[in-house]
């Protein structure tokens, strides 16, 4: 019997719709049926997610991360608070240094309900920060002011609570405006997170700022600019997008790049279950009913995932048979300066994890990988 210790958990409303989201989420509407819905939808899920992991010989232990992610986590409020302990009650348990993470508009936070939250045993907010300009967050078509962030902020400093911060790059209008981001990394560290994720705008092509998104070379400055200067502060660049202070590097992501089991509940909700280490099952939850679909993995698509999550971390990857063409690969990305081959490990500096779409073309149009 395997065991499953992570739990991803999708909340599937917001406020607001902010126009450059692709997550699933709907329009909140308190005076509707929406948090009953939510409820229903999850205790119908319960079922077939104990059969699925039953199928595949697999069982829970007590959590070791569990990741509520949306959509707004922090609008499911006290209700989600006192539905989540009914099941820590009945299903599921935490483990004794489980990491609690919740994400947080922070436009969509009371500290009631975070200290519901807290008494349950959330221990980490993720606050979708994204810019500390009022310019640049009204271009974002965020809705809650700038003194929202910083009230949230400073309750997570005084309260001593575990946070990190959402930050975008790439945004409309940033080289016309002048976007000063090194001033509003400061603001931030100021208050002294231990957890920064780094997000590149990825725009639809029906976005309606579409033509006005900085170019390629600027965003690569602005991504290099940040990762250095994290950099200087003690952060470690430890994935292609985050960035953390030694021993806050988050553990639940860590298992996905880690190509872990981790297991997912809630509409769009994926998961993944690891069954040896050459076949997995990857499911995503329906919208619309209480049901998933599956896929299987084969040694080829874990082999490929195994490769890109690698790549994306720090540590790197090792293949386990070093070819002259893969060889030639590597050499070739060291001498344009995007990473360093050692010890039979390839590991990517930033100036590698900003084109690492491109790089792992370059592997696979080869069939080197
Ligand atoms: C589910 S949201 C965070 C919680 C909350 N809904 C909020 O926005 O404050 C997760 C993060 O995804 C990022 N994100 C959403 N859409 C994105 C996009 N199109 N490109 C890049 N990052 C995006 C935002 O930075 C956001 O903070
Ligand atoms: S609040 Fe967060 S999840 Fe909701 S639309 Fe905005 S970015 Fe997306």
Request: hydrophobic content about 35%; glycine content about 6%.
């Amino acid at each position: 019997m395997t065991h499953v210790s992570s739990l991803y958990l999708h909340v599937p409303f917001c406020k607001h719709l902010c126009n450059y989201c692709d997550f699933y989420k709907k329009q909140y509407d308190p005076a509707s049926n929406q948090l009953e819905d939510f409820h229903q939808f999850l205790n119908q899920s319960w079922d077939a997610h104990e059969n699925l992991l039953k199928d595949h010989g697999m069982k829970w232990s007590p959590l070791e991360s569990i990741y509520l992610g949306g959509g707004t986590p922090s609008l499911w409020g006290e209700a989600g608070a006192k539905f989540m302990q009914s099941w820590l009650q009945d299903k599921l348990s935490l483990a004794q240094d489980c990491e609690f993470t919740m994400e947080v508009d922070p436009g969509t936070w009371k500290p009631e309900m975070i200290q519901s939250w807290r008494n349950i045993g959330l221990n980490r907010i993720s606050i979708g920060t994204q810019s500390l300009d009022p310019v640049f967050l009204k271009i974002m078509d965020r809705v809650h002011s700038l003194e929202e962030t910083h009230e949230l902020l400073i309750y997570c400093q005084k309260e001593q609570l575990n946070f990190s911060l959402d930050f975008l790059l790439g945004i409309p209008f940033s080289k016309e405006k002048n976007r000063d981001i090194k001033n509003e990394l400061d603001q931030l560290l100021q208050y002294g997170p231990k957890h920064i994720s780094l997000y590149i705008l990825n725009a639809r092509s029906k976005y309606p700022f579409i033509d006005a998104l900085p170019d390629d070379e600027y965003i690569r400055e602005e991504y290099l600019f940040v990762s250095e200067y994290l950099q200087s502060k003690g952060f470690k660049h430890y994935e292609v997008s985050n960035f953390a202070l030694p021993g806050f590097e988050s553990r639940h992501n860590i298992k996905y790049w880690r190509g872990e089991s981790v297991t997912a509940l809630g509409p769009t909700g994926t998961g993944l279950l690891n069954i040896s280490k050459k076949s997995g099952v990857r499911y995503k939850w329906k919208v619309s009913r209480a049901e998933f679909e599956t896929e299987n993995l084969g040694p080829d698509e874990i082999k490929l995932e195994h490769i890109y999550l690698s790549l994306r971390t720090s540590h790197g990857w090792k293949p386990d048979s070093l070819t002259p063409q893969l060889e030639g690969i590597f050499e070739k990305w060291v001498e344009r300066e995007l990473g360093f081959f050692e010890k039979g490990t390839m590991r990517l500096k930033p100036s590698g994890f900003v084109i690492l779409d491109s790089l792992m073309d370059e592997l696979f149009k080869e069939k080197l990988a």
